[in-house]
């Protein structure tokens, strides 16, 4: 991709109002653009992040059983009243039509999956069943002061699972959660395991996986000698109190915030959209239910906060919106043939490259842009390297450069183990 035809290219402030670190790096990187408080629209360059991030997780679900399918964010007002939820949640929009009929925009999707299931499931031997959808969500969020982190429209992977038993249930959701920490490790993110009530199924058992980090919204208490971990809405602990679990270490709080939960619903939605089955003994069973969220616009957001320094953002290179970043300095005839053979050597090995093609734009810029961008690898073409063909290059992350043959830097790139 040339940098100068780029759609979105960089800003030299972010818009007033907008405090958290997340926020002002993607807009000012041109990842982002703010459309109002919760709003935000995805760039090129930002939407090459996300897909990365919802590929990373689509491969996942899919390697544990999960088929995607795409369901309607605008639903009939009705499935909303059958769960109750039209009334008791609060964060969900709902919409008048012009001929008097109430709808809502979705919040979440078992209102819509459950009906959709019934339809289709006709035997017991269909089950176990995993569907998941990568999607927007809506939700009127009071507050929505944390850039991506929480928006009033995001993006999120859910997932429904049925079951025909509690321990085909159980299983599932074991594999799950061990599903989930691939997906977060793979986004170079550490996530803690928060075992937690599952709110208005209370009895039930929720998971939340956190991510410390200052801009989250969650206080969670940690052991910092085994993996307990709790969120302390719902702890009966305090900070300094030793560890429930292991009887070691002692309980540490710490901000977090949350990138993904996985629910228990029990019987609660196939009973109430009436979705059953005969099992082989003939007997009328209600399926259990889980349900499986990844917020994937909060988990960009989250990288970012992880990820950053002072002059910009750091992307882990599995989410990188591309590879490398070359830079031409230099006005000389020599060193723009050199770029544009560099250029088109790399793309044409399949290596994702930003080209920075501009010819006015002055070397600092270029480096402060490239700093800001956070793309893994710089490189840089100029008057210094040409003579001898080679090129500079430098990890974003560290300091120092050495210098490459063309043949080098594309056999590095190609190569798959890259150190
Ligand atoms: P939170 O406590 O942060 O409001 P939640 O308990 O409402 O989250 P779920 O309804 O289970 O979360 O949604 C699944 C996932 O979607 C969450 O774990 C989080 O990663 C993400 N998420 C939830 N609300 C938002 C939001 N307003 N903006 C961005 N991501 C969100
Ligand atoms: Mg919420």
Redesign the pocket.
């Known amino acids: 991709m040339r940098y100068s035809k780029l759609f979105g290219q960089t800003k030299k402030s972010s818009p007033a109002g907008e405090v958290t670190v997340n926020a002002n790096l993607l807009i000012r990187a041109g990842y982002v653009n703010k459309l109002m408080a919760g709003c935000y629209s995805y760039l090129p360059l930002g939407l090459r992040v996300l897909r990365k991030i919802e590929n990373i997780i689509r491969k996942e679900m899919n390697a544990i059983g999960g088929q995607e399918l795409f369901l309607p964010a605008l639903h009939p007002a009705e499935n909303w009243q059958k769960t109750g939820a039209w009334e008791t949640v609060d964060v969900l929009f709902k919409i008048k039509s012009r001929t008097g009929r109430s709808y809502a925009l979705g919040q ?1 999707h078992e209102e819509i999956i459950t009906p959709l299931v019934k339809e289709y499931l006709d035997s017991y031997q269909e089950l176990p069943l995993f569907v998941y959808q990568i999607q927007e969500k809506f ?1 009127d ?1 009071l507050r929505a002061k944390s850039g991506i ?4 429209e ?1 993006g ?1 992977k859910d997932m429904y699972s049925f079951h025909l038993n509690q321990g085909d249930f159980e299983n599932f959701y074991e594999k799950a959660k061990e599903a989930y920490l691939k997906v977060y490790q793979q986004c170079a993110l550490k996530a803690k395991v928060t075992e937690a009530s599952g709110g208005a199924f209370s009895q039930k058992i929720s998971y ?1 996986f956190m991510v410390l980090t200052d801009a989250g ?2 206080d969670i208490l940690y052991c910092q000698k085994c993996n307990y971990c709790i969120n302390v809405e719902i702890a009966e602990f305090s900070q300094g109190t030793k560890c429930p679990k292991c009887r070691r270490g002692v309980l540490k709080k710490a901000r977090a915030s ?4 996985v ?1 228990d619903l029990g019987r609660k939605y196939t009973r109430d959209f009436d979705l059953y089955v005969y099992n082989k003994n003939g007997e009328k069973i209600y399926p259990i239910m889980g349900c499986y ?3 994937t ?2 988990l960009m957001g989250v990288i970012v906060e992880k990820f950053h320094d002072e002059r910009g953002i750091i992307w882990p290179e599995s989410v990188a919106p591309f590879k490398v970043h070359l830079l031409t300095i230099g006005r000389s005839k020599a060193v723009w043939q050199f770029s544009e053979k560099v250029y088109c050597a790399l793309v044409e090995k399949g290596i994702e490259v930003l080209f920075d093609d501009r010819r006015k734009t002055s070397a600092g810029e270029k480096f402060a842009d490239a700093d800001l961008i956070g793309i893994p690898y710089r490189l840089v073409v100029s008057d210094k390297t040409v003579n001898n063909r080679q090129i500079e290059i430098k990890k974003r992350n560290q300091t120092k450069t050495s210098l490459v043959l063309l043949a080098d830097c594309l056999e590095k790139f190609a190569s798959p183990a890259l150190k």
């Not at 982190?149 to 009033?152: C, I, K, P, V, W």
Request: cysteine-free.
């Open positions: 979440s939700r969020e982190l929480r928006g009033r995001f999120m939340e919204e969650d949350e990138v993904g939960n629910f969220g990844i917020g616009t909060r």
